[in-house]
């Protein structure tokens, strides 16, 4: 279980960033945000993601 935020996400391409174990990049996810949806929303629109890796990247949308 990732316990560092950078554990959640592969940075091994320039300038994308993928989260980890999955073909789901996290500007998919933003994109979605920032258009308006909901935690909930992005939850059943990403329904392979854990709720723990959508707050990833939201979290890390967040910081950075």
């Known amino acids: 279980m990732p316990t560092i ?6 940075f091994s391409e320039p ?18 945000y920032v258009d308006g949806s909901s935690f909930e929303r992005l939850c059943d629109d990403y329904h392979t993601l854990t709720k723990d890796k959508i707050l990833a990247c939201l979290l890390y949308y967040h910081r950075n």
């Open 15 to 32: 300038e994308e960033i993928r989260i980890q174990g999955h073909r789901v990049y996290l500007h998919h996810v933003l994109f979605d």
């Open 5 to 10: 935020l950078e554990d959640y996400f592969d």
